[in-house]
Structures are given as C-alpha cells and as structure tokens.
C-alpha cells in the first residue's frame, strides 16, 4: 500500500511549520568571538588591550572561557581584506608607465 499524496502534501506543511532549533554551541573561537564583538569593541574603547581582553574571556565566571592570545582575538576582528584591492595592487605595479 503506497502513501496518499494528501498525507505528503500535509507533511509538507507540517515541516515547513517547524522553527529552527535554536543553537546551544558555536563550532568555533572566531564565531564566539565574533558574537561577543560589540562588547570586545567596548573594552577595547575603553582603554583594555587585545591581551587584557583575551585574559577575560579566558573564565565565563563558571569555569568555561575562550583561550586564546590578544594577538589571535585582534586577527578575528580585524576587518577583512578585500580582493578587488589586492588585484588592483597587482595590477598597479604590473602596469607599464608610459
């Protein structure tokens, strides 16, 4: 005995209905770090170097933290290098002056 297509169609709109599940762990230190920018940014306005803002986020208060050096914290905020300014540099010093 096959399956209806009423019983899929309605399956269908069930599953369509269903919300995401909501996240419990992030994959990585950079994705974490990056949720936490804004508060990082505050820090960083505030007079706290990339060192002193790696040593806190090292304990959450409950014994969880993220380990890593201020110099690895500054490579994940720092903004992201396009390429269309690499190939223009390229391009630049490729080019014969006339």
Known sequence: ?????????RLK??????PPKPRT???????????????????????HDWNDVAE??????????????????KSFLAAPKTATSKRSKKAGANMPEL
């Not at 005995?1 to 169609?9: A, H, V």
């Not at 709109?13 to 269903?18: A, D, E, G, H, I």
């Not at 990585?28 to 007079?47: D, F, P, T, W, Y």
């Open 13 to 18: 709109t069930k599953l369509q209905t269903v």
């Open 25 to 47: 762990v992030v994959k990585s230190n950079k994705e974490a770090v990056l949720m936490l920018r804004a508060e990082i940014e505050q820090l960083r306005a505030n007079g």
């Open 56 to 73: 806190l986020l090292k304990d959450d208060g409950q014994g969880s933290g993220i380990t890593l050096k201020g110099s690895t914290l």
């Open 1 to 9: 005995m096959g399956i209806s297509i009423d019983t899929i169609e």
